[in-house]
C-alpha cells in the first residue's frame, strides 16, 4: 500500500467523533456510549458495546468481533433523533489487515426497535473507514447487518471498530 493512503487511513481513523466538512454542520456521534447489542461475540473482551466506545486502541480490546454469518449490531440512541449519516471503522482502521475489512452490509433504522427501514446497502466495500450520508431522517435505533463480514468469503469473522451515527 502506498504511503499516502496508509497516511490517509491513519486520518481518517484518528478523526475526532465531532469534525466539521466544508458546508456541513458539525457532526456529533450520536452512538457514542450508548447501548449495543449485536451477535454472538467471538471471545470475551469482543462484545457489541466496543463499537461504541469511541476507541481505536488496539487490534484486541478495542472492536466489536461475532463469528455468526449473518452478524449484527443494534445502537439504542436512548432517544428518537436526526440522522445524517454514518461512519463504520472496519478491522484496518484498528490496525487489522486490509482482507479483514466488512466486505458486505447494510445499515437500517427505526424508531420503535421492531420496524426497521434500510437506508444503507453496500455489497463491495474495501475501505477500513466508511462514510455514508443519507436524506435526513429521524429514528432512535441503528442496525448494522453483515452479510459478508470480510474481503474473503472463507474469513467468518465480522470486526467493527466504531459504529458512529451522525
Known sequence: ????????????????????CAGEPARTNLALHRPATGSAICKPGE??????????????????????????????????????GFTVKHAQAGGEAAAMNTRAFALSVSGDGATWRQVVKVDDNVDGVSVHRIA????????????????????????????EAW
Open 1 to 20: 500500500m502506498k504511503r499516502r493512503q496508509i497516511a490517509l487511513l491513519w486520518l481518517a481513523a484518528a478523526l475526532p467523533t465531532a469534525m466539521v
Open 136 to 163: 435526513p431522517t429521524r429514528a432512535r435505533y441503528v442496525r448494522l447487518d453483515i452479510a459478508q463480514p470480510a474481503q474473503d468469503p472463507a474469513d467468518p469473522a465480522t470486526r467493527i471498530y466504531e459504529l
Open 47 to 84: 462484545e457489541a458495546q466496543k463499537a461504541v466506545n469511541g476507541l481505536l486502541a488496539s487490534k484486541t480490546h478495542d472492536k466489536f468481533c461475532s463469528l455468526q454469518r449473518p452478524a449484527w449490531l443494534r445502537v439504542d440512541l436512548q432517544a428518537e433523533r436526526e440522522l445524517r
